[in-house]
């Protein structure tokens, strides 16, 4: 039962609201009319229309096309006028009015009147006596320094920001609509005033006439409340004498020493306060502006999501899952790497303690006995020879002795050449069959490893790898056959010296020199030997383990690079993580609570919001997303150099024909493939981790997303924080009035807002 009433009360609140709104429409009664058309009146006070509860009904009132019916038929502000509600939501004067003075003289509070006129609430100067001044120009006239508050404004009918001047007769209704002059912010505006007295001829030669008024002091045709009842009842003539008023309007800048001085801390002061106050009720109220904030908030929070989850789940899962994959392929590159390397000393040693050791005991045992003081030797030799050979020889048994001496000199060197004839027969023989003279153990492997690791093609090929090892490598054997020779042929001198004693100075002068040529080419052909065939496959297998060595240290370097960038991106989130979403979240905190349930205000969040460290967390995330675009980049960069190491590792390896048997016999398999096969395993492999290299792609497209929603928001609070700044775009939306009367008499001065 109660409901229907409150429904029926409802729909005749409705109607009475709408006979009114109808009547306004018809009738003359000063305001009423212009308060029920409420699209020609602006409402600007948006801070006392939140206080009093009225902000929404007023912004349906203008931005509506279902009008203001909701709010009726809830059952809302039902004590309360449209002409209340325009009065009490206008400019009060002491906000509006900045300062004021009238010839020099500052004006008093009661010089203004608020009325409400045909454009809403007005301020009327001089409504009760006339001034007088003493001459014309601007220092004598009224100067008005106005502020429009447009950080009050609320939506309305009007985008326009300034004020309306009319100027009129004080006995007529100011019709500031219709007449007013428009005035802009931001400027000194200088209005010139010239009076003109309007004489009509009475009858019979015009149509004017005057009457005795009751209760004012001068008959006007505009001084009426009701047009259409005065048009048609009242007959009212035209009036005799009246008074029109022109006026000029032009404008100045703002002088820099004025804004200056305007700035100062003890002129804003005041308005700071009520500058945020309204900027703070317009934040919330405003559908609109509330809107944009809360979108952009929306916006920023929902990717603020979608980047965590990104980052910290997805990233992280990669970067894990890389980790793990990287690790397993460059381990087992190493340990290829490792033991190849250790193979390539294996055989080092082989071929430096199984062979070359061998020479060095040769060398040693007889080789180098053959040439020693080859000169002072065979010089012995021809002394002995002479002395042999001469006739004056007396003592026979230190001749016999001399004889003997010799012989055994001679015999014994050429068991020396003999030997060393079948020692390097040995040598020669081991290097083209690949046999070890020795057999010494290196590390680990057992002895019975050494024949398979022997590099046989490579000693082998060392015999006759050039025309020089080839030619003093025979030289060689064949110095030592003609030094056995040699030594036979200056035997038989020494024997035909002691028998006979008739040898000839050339004899032994030919067997000498004969000695001398052919050991120069002993020692010659022994050295050239030696460094093109008995040394060289140490030097090559040393050549080849340095230059794999390069190969593996290149890929050490290239993998390390990968698993540091790998490690360090990790521990980079782990830490942004730990400084970067915190504040955020907390931030977010608190505006969710200033949407839900209006707790806080804007202007502290913003500032929180426009903090350092909310402007290092926007500058890390920045970095942060350029390092992952880096690493992944980076990280490819790096397996490319890994791949073409891995490629040049396993070349190498299969490519070493002195290792197959040793492969085989270590069960080394895969190193027996060809390369192309393996070529195709690890081309593979690799295209498989590029394409796994995702870094940037799994966060970045979200990441630029949140960074744009924190960067639109933070423009948001910076353009609000802005709004509270009493600086010279604040000066622009300021009023300067300058008024000169022409004549001496001034008349009523309206300015609307």
């Known amino acids: 039962m109660k409901e229907n009433e409150g429904i029926k009360s409802s729909e005749k609140r409705m109607k009475k609201i709408k006979g009114l709104k109808e009547f306004g429409n018809q009738t003359s009664f000063h305001g009423f009319r212009y308060v029920a058309e ?96 003493s001459s014309p120009g601007v220092e004598n006239g009224l100067k008005l320094k106005l502020n429009v508050e447009q950080y009050e404004y609320m939506p309305g009918p009007h985008d326009a920001a300034g004020i309306k001047l009319l100027i009129h007769d004080r006995i007529e209704m100011p019709r500031v609509y219709a007449l007013g002059q428009a005035v802009s912010t931001g400027a000194n505006v200088f209005a010139s ?22 209760y004012v002091d001068r ?81 920023f929070r929902t990717k603020l999501s979608v980047f965590e989850i990104k980052l910290l789940d997805d990233l992280t899962k990669l970067l894990s899952v890389l980790k793990v994959r990287f690790s397993a392929n460059f381990n087992h590159l190493r340990s290829v790497c490792a033991w190849k390397k250790w193979f390539y000393g294996y055989q080092e040693y ?27 030797y065979v010089l012995m030799i021809e002394n002995n ?8 020889f007396l003592d026979a048994a230190t001749r016999d002795f001399l004889y003997q001496q010799t012989v055994d000199i001679l015999l014994n060197r050429q068991e020396i050449v003999r030997r060393s004839l079948i020692d390097f027969a040995k040598l020669i023989t081991a290097y083209r069959e690949g046999v070890g003279i020795f057999n010494y153990t290196y590390d680990y492997a057992p002895k019975s490893h050494n024949d398979y690791a022997v590099p046989v093609y490579l000693l082998n090929e060392s015999l006759s790898h050039n025309g020089y090892a080839v030619k003093f490598t025979n030289m060689f054997s064949s110095s030592f056959k003609r030094t056995y020779n040699i030594l036979t042929y200056m035997k038989e001198l020494v024997d035909k010296a002691y028998v006979s004693r008739n040898l000839t100075k050339e004899e032994i002068i030919h067997g000498s020199d004969d000695f001398r040529f052919i050991m120069r080419n002993l020692s010659f052909s022994k050295a050239v030997t030696y460094y093109e065939v008995i040394e060289r496959p140490y030097r090559i297998l040393q050549n080849s383990h340095s230059e794999f060595a390069k190969i593996c240290f ?121 390369f192309e096969d393996l070529k195709e395993v690890i081309d593979s492999n690799y295209t498989e981790f590029n394409a796994m290299l995702t870094l940037y792609e799994t966060v970045g497209d979200d990441g630029t997303a949140f960074l744009q929603s924190f960067t639109n ?34 008349e009523v001065l309206r300015k609307c807002r």
């Open 38 to 133: 409420h699209t020609q009146l602006t409402i600007r006070r948006a801070s006392l229309a939140a206080e009093n509860g009225w902000y929404e009904l007023i912004d349906q009132m203008f931005s509506s096309h279902h009008g203001i019916e909701k709010f009726l038929r809830n059952g809302m502000h039902e004590n309360i006028s449209l002409e209340t509600l325009y009065i009490k939501t206008a400019h009060e004067r002491e906000d509006f009015i900045f300062s004021c003075s009238w010839k020099g003289i500052p004006c008093k509070q009661d010089d203004f009147d608020k009325i409400l006129t045909d454009h809403g609430v007005c301020f009327t100067w001089n409504s009760k006596d006339n001034g007088y001044v």
């Open 193 to 214: 005033v010239q009076l003109m007295k309007v004489v009509n001829l009475p009858s019979p030669h015009g149509v004017c006439s005057s009457r005795e008024l009751k």
């Open 219 to 299: 008959y006007s045709q505009g001084d009426y409340d009701f047009p259409s009842l005065y048009e048609e009842d009242c007959n009212c003539p035209v009036p005799c004498k009246s008074h029109a008023y022109h006026s000029d309007i032009s404008y100045a800048s703002t002088s820099k020493f004025a804004r200056k001085k305007f700035l100062s801390k003890k002129t804003t002061k005041g308005l700071i306060n009520k500058l945020k106050s309204a900027n703070e009720v317009t934040s919330r109220m405003d559908g609109d502006t509330f809107q944009e904030f809360k979108n952009l908030y929306t916006n």
């Open 350 to 376: 082989i071929v430096l303690k199984n062979f070359i050791r061998a020479r060095d005991a040769f060398e040693e045992r007889n080789f180098h006995i053959i040439s020693l003081a080859y000169n002072e």
């Open 385 to 392: 020879l002479r002395s042999l050979n001469s006739t004056v």
């Open 554 to 674: 290149s890929a050490e370097t290239a993998m390390r690079s990968v698993e540091e960038a790998v490690d360090s991106l990790t521990e980079t989130i782990i830490s942004f993580n730990n400084t970067f979403f915190g504040p955020l979240h907390t931030i977010s905190s608190v505006i969710d609570r200033y949407f839900s349930n209006l707790e806080g205000e804007k202007l502290v969040i913003g500032t929180q919001f426009l903090s350092g460290q909310m402007t290092n967390c926007k500058s890390d995330l920045r970095n942060l997303l350029q390092l992952i675009l880096k690493d992944d980049s980076d990280l490819s960069s790096g397996l490319d150099k890994v791949f073409s190491s891995h490629l040049e590792i396993y070349k190498t390896i299969v490519n070493d024909r002195d290792s197959f048997i040793y492969y085989n016999f270590s069960k080394h398999y895969d190193y027996l493939k060809t």
């Open 713 to 746: 928001l933070k423009e948001h609070f910076s353009a609000y924080d802005g709004m509270m700044d009493i600086n010279n775009e604040f000066i622009k939306k300021f009023e300067t009035m300058k008024e000169r009367e022409k004549r001496i008499r001034t």
